[in-house]
């Protein structure tokens, strides 16, 4: 079975500190992926990666960065949080299924 | 741009009943995939079904079964014998054979009444 896994299931962060989410999975997968999930939004991909050092923006990328030093582990940061990141966080790997992460709830305050 | 839509952010279903939860999408390309993930509530999202959009059998997983219309752009997910179980989050998903990204609809909250 893969396995996708997320540093921290709950999160709560104080507005202008930096967060590092991290995502790992076992699979060996080029493509990693995080996204955030909103209610009525759906998920909106904000970085993916398709091999180690590698990434590209996905369609909200905005106050976020990556880094992908080794295959299996792919972090995304936010340089200084603010409250409107608020959100669910999920980490997905794969090519043609993509297998997610139990998500990280993020709060900042 | 490719774009999915749910149009009923919420139904429900009565258990052992049968349910269809309705999806289209617009794209240009005649090859793809098509996917129906499932979110049960603080749980992970796993994957329900995947069609492939060159073949044109409906793709079938034990009680869940895709209608595919791909002219009409339409994917609609099927839930027989509904359980309490299958209450969750239902998303509709696009991607492209040759391109990363997958572009997911907003999701549909599916209730089961015992």
């Known amino acids: 079975d893969v396995k996708v896994t997320q540093s921290s299931r709950y999160l709560v962060k104080r507005t202008g500190e930096k967060v590092f989410l991290e995502c790992v999975q076992d699979?060996?997968?080029?493509?990693m992926f995080w996204y955030r999930q909103d209610p009525g939004l759906g998920l909106r991909l904000i970085y993916f990666?398709?091999?180690?050092?590698?990434?590209e923006k996905g369609d909200i990328p905005e106050g976020y960065s990556v880094s992908r030093e080794k295959k299996e582990r792919f972090s995304l940061i936010l340089e200084s949080a603010s409250t409107n990141q608020t959100s669910m966080y999920l980490c997905?790997?794969?090519?043609?299924?993509?297998?997610f992460g139990p998500g990280t709830r993020l709060t900042v305050l | 741009a490719q774009t999915v839509t749910q149009s009923q952010p919420e139904m429900s279903v009565q258990e052992a009943e049968t349910v269809t939860l309705s999806c289209t999408y617009d794209?240009?390309?005649?090859?793809?995939?098509l996917f129906w993930y499932k979110q049960p509530p603080s749980r992970q999202m796993i994957l329900v079904i995947r069609?492939?959009?060159?073949?044109?059998q409906n793709a079938t997983e034990n009680r869940f079964s895709v209608n595919f219309q791909k002219a009409a752009k339409s994917f609609s997910l099927k839930i027989s014998d509904s359980q309490l179980g299958d209450a969750a989050m239902y998303f509709c998903?696009?991607?492209?054979?040759?391109?990363?990204?997958?572009?997911f609809g907003p999701g549909t909250s599916l209730s089961v009444i015992p």
């Open positions: 699979m060996d997968h080029e493509n």
């Open positions: 794209t240009s390309e005649s090859d793809y995939y």
């Open positions: 998903a696009y991607r492209e054979t040759s391109y990363d990204k997958v572009i």
């Open positions: 990666s398709y091999d180690v050092k590698m990434k």
């Open positions: 997905a790997s794969g090519w043609d299924t993509q297998y």
């Open positions: 069609q492939e959009a060159y073949k044109q």
